[in-house]
């Protein structure tokens, strides 16, 4: 049977080949220590699934929730922005409750894409991204830049060889895969440009707790004006180890939430109401919570830059997110990202995910997560460094086992 339109549109998934051959490994008993998935491995936090508890024994909660996100943590988020931000929100028409980042990602897609439109978006990038808008019927216009005075012009090229002119700019800092950062000046910058060009600023905030060396990463609605062309979604699954809850944020522009929200009431009711209720009473916390995810990671980060680096793979210190982009060393970046994440399964036990799996432009990196303790980080970079000095001096001859296959 032939594919369908929509399917065929999407390239092979490159992770799966990755996780293949972690199940094939693990299967043979090897212990493999996986750093490619961003899964955070922290309990939630206990007084969070308290609260779930105890919602929902009461029965008038198993019924249908609201898809919007019921009023308590719809104006939870909106004090959250006040507080953290200085950005105002009406938690009526400015706030709206997706499943995750993701969710609110594909399904503003589907709300404002007309076949053909043109988006810009980062490359590399997390790929709902990319897809959401390939998925309903758009064209993806890569943007190889990063967050500084290039940047501008970039996208003035984007709309200089596009036709039509791009209906949106994608914006991802603290990024997923690359861990850069924004500057506030970056984004009034880009809220101008956007605004005096008529495009749409759709921007994922999922990392904005997960930052290091004391410098909090800002919010693109923070430059006045912004709202008028802006929406910013963010998750609590990385800030409050709540992955599997399921719960996420769009806020911003009155038109583009409400087409969001049209979308969705035909789509779903929402997540589970004690669910719902679980995620205000964690926004309203004393953000006592979010500084002991935020410690654990960045004890991570040091011991992974640490010991990798004695290992001989020297890894730039992200500033921000649960992650580490990579460079491949340089003896085995001919072989490009998947290869080498191949090798790494095989001959050290250890998984990342492979910089191509997040646009062409990540071949010469891995993205390394911060999702093993303290002790398992220093055992990868153990099996790491014993790979190198095995096969660093001759990488043509290390050939991953699904060659022979």
Known sequence: MEE????????????EQVNRLKASARSRGADIIDLGMGNPDLPTPKAIVDKLCEVVRDPRTHRYSSSRGIPGLRRAQANYYQRRFGVKLNPDTQVVATLGSKEGFANMAQAITAPGDVILCPNPTYPIHAFGFIMSGGVIRSLQVEPDDGFIPA?????RHSIPKPLALILNYPSNPTALVASLDFYKDVVAFAKKND?????DLAYSEIYFDGNPPPSVLQVPGAMDVCVEFTSMSKTFSMPGWRMGFAVGNERLISALTRVKSYLDYGAFTPIQVAAAHALNGDGADIEEVRDVYHKRRDVMVDSFGRAGWTIPAPAASMFAWAPIPEPFRHLGSLEFSKLLIEHADVAVAPGVGFGEHGDDYVRVALVENEHRIRQAARNIKKFLA?????????VPLAAHR
Request: proline share 10%.
């Open 390 to 398: 095995t096969t660093a001096k001759q990488p043509n001859n290390v």
């Open 155 to 159: 996208v003035e090229r984007g709309i």
């Open 199 to 203: 495009i749409i600023i759709l921007s």
């Open 4 to 15: 369908f339109h929509k399917v065929r549109r999407l390239p092979p998934y490159v992770f």
